[in-house]
C-alpha cells in the first residue's frame, strides 16, 4: 500500500503561484512514476486530465501541453515528496488536483495509477 498525501491548494487570483505538494509513505518498491491529476469542476472522476508526471529515479518527465512552461514537477527524493509548482494560473486551471503513483516508467492515462491521494482543491478567479 502507497499512502499519497496533497497540499498546498486555495483561492489565488489570475497570474499568481500556487506549490502543490504530495508526500508519498508506505511500501514505495512498486511506486515508479508520479503524476499529478486534475478533476474540473462537474467531471466525473473518470475524466480527470493528466497534468504532469515524473519518475523517482530516472530523468523521464512529462507535461499536458496545457501546462507546459507555466507548472513545474519536481521531486524530493530523500522526502519523498513531489511538488508541482503552478506559475501564471489561469481560471481554466481551477480543479481539484490529485496525486498518483504508478508502477509503470511514464504514463498520462489515469488507468496507470494505482494509488491516489484525497485531492487538494485550488481555484483560481479572474
Known amino acids: 500500500q502507497v499512502q499519497l498525501v496533497e497540499s498546498g491548494g486555495g483561492l489565488v487570483e489570475a497570474g499568481e503561484s500556487v506549490r502543490l505538494s504530495c508526500v508519498a509513505s508506505g511500501r514505495l518498491g512498486g511506486s515508479a512514476t508520479m503524476a499529478w491529476f486534475r478533476q474540473f469542476p462537474g467531471k466525473e472522476l473518470e475524466e480527470r486530465e493528466f497534468?504532469?508526471?515524473?519518475?523517482?529515479?530516472?530523468?523521464?518527465?512529462n507535461y499536458a501541453t496545457s501546462v507546459t512552461d507555466r507548472f513545474t514537477i519536481s521531486r524530493d527524493n530523500a522526502k519523498n515528496t513531489v511538488i508541482l509548482q503552478m506559475n501564471s494560473l489561469k481560471p481554466e486551471d481551477t480543479a481539484r488536483y490529485y496525486c498518483?503513483?504508478?508502477?509503470?516508467?511514464?504514463?498520462?492515462?489515469?488507468?496507470?495509477?494505482?494509488?491516489w491521494g484525497q485531492g487538494t482543491q485550488v481555484t483560481v478567479s479572474s
Open positions: 498518483a503513483s504508478s508502477p509503470l516508467l511514464s504514463s498520462r492515462n489515469y488507468r496507470s495509477y494505482d494509488y
Open positions: 497534468v504532469a508526471s515524473t519518475h523517482w529515479s530516472a530523468d523521464i518527465v
